[in-house]
Every structure is written in C-alpha cells, then in structure tokens.
C-alpha cells in the first residue's frame, strides 16, 4: 500500500513513515500543504494522512482542493482538535476519517487499512477461538493448548501470543507490538519484546517439530501455520 503523509511535527512525522514502512507500506512524506497537495494531485496513493494544521496551506483546504479536483483518495485526519464540531468540519471537508492527537500506531494502521479496502461489508462475528497449526488460544476459557498439551502463559504472554495470532500469516512490527501490548507510544529501547518472544518460543515451540513463531529479520515476527 503506497501512503501519503502531509505533517509539520518532524517527530510525528518521522514516526508515522517508520511505522507504516515497519508494516511493509510504502510511505512519502512532507511537511508543507502545498507540497503535499501537489503530491497528491500528481501521484497515486491508497490512502492520505493529513494533519489539520499544517503551514502554507491548512489540512482540511489540502483536502477540499483534492476533492474539488475529482480525486476520491480516502484521506485520514490528524488534529489535536477534538471537539465534535472540529470532527464534524473535518468530515465535511471531504475527510474520510478523523482520528484525535495524540493516538496510538496501531489505532491509526487499522484505520488506515480500513480506508484501503473499505468494501461495504458488514460487521463479522466477533472470534472466540483463535488458532495457527495445531496451537488454539480460547479467548473465553483462556486456555491455550498445543496438539495433546495444555501451555500456561503468563498474562503478558498470553497477550502477546493473542495478538500475533489475530496477525496470524502477517509481519508485526516492534511498533505494533509496544503499542498494543505494552502501551507505549514510543520505542523505549528496551529489550522487552525479544525476552518475551523468547519465552513464549520456549512455550509454544518446545519439542515441536514445526516450530510456529518466527522472526522476519529486519522487520518483525510472524506467527503462522506449519
């Protein structure tokens, strides 16, 4: 997926381009209006992410000049303003979706995901069992069980183990995987996820002919089906 960011806060920016390019899109990026506005008439990208107040040339005109110009690109909105009328003029405005500063990754890469296959489906039947090979995770029970044996999982683990597997055949990045198991907004430099993936290997893996959790170097880990 090819993706357009239009933000003026080089850190926000650096973070949302390292993030989407961790999740194996492909991310431009500027932080001016105009610029972004011309990347956007000129360029094809599956999804927009522009922040509302940018220099030059604001979020919400970038958007309304897009729209004006027949192109239907879903664009996302950033804004630390977060009034219903702020969310309300933003979606007028010909925004796709509206999204509060500050945000989690994850929050924003499933939103963005949304908006590039958006298909009109209802919703799904929300899962109660999940699970890769022979491994399950009961999501009501929060029993675990491998072939013939049952796995006991610390509740860090068993968070990190339910959330690759709701990723199952996908890269997860490090991003992904502070953000919605450890809740941090920002990469702490902490080898936290390398002792728990290493425990939950040990887990999940141990005297397994196929092994289900593996590592995508440079990029993540994957869990998938043997």
Excluded: C
């Amino acid at each position: 997926m090819r993706i357009l960011i239009i933000e003026d806060e080089p850190e926000v920016l650096s973070y949302l381009a390292k993030g989407m390019r961790e999740a194996g899109h492909t991310a431009d990026t500027t932080a001016s209006g105009k610029e972004g506005l011309f990347l956007a008439t000129t360029e094809n990208y599956d999804v927009l992410i522009v922040d509302r107040m940018l220099p030059e040339l604001d979020g919400l005109t970038v958007i309304k000049t897009i729209r004006g110009a027949g192109n239907t690109t879903p664009a996302l909105i950033l804004s630390a303003l977060g009034e219903v009328d702020d969310r309300v003029k933003g979606l007028r405005s010909g925004g796709d979706d509206y999204l509060v500063k500050p945000f989690a990754f994850a929050e924003l890469l499933a939103r963005v995901e949304i908006l590039a296959r958006r298909t009109g489906n209802g919703a799904q039947t929300a899962e109660t069992i999940l699970a890769a090979g022979d491994l399950t995770l009961n999501l009501l029970s929060r029993k675990i069980t491998r072939g013939s044996r049952d796995i006991d999982l610390q509740a860090r683990e068993f968070k990190l183990l339910e959330y690759l597997l709701r990723h199952k055949g996908q890269v997860v990045t490090r991003t992904m995987l502070l953000e919605h198991v450890w809740d941090y907004h920002f990469d702490p430099q902490t080898n936290v996820i390398d002792v728990h993936i290493s425990r939950l290997r040990r887990k999940i893996d141990e005297n397994a002919k196929n092994p289900l959790i593996h590592t995508v170097r440079g990029a993540g880990y994957m869990i998938r089906d043997e």
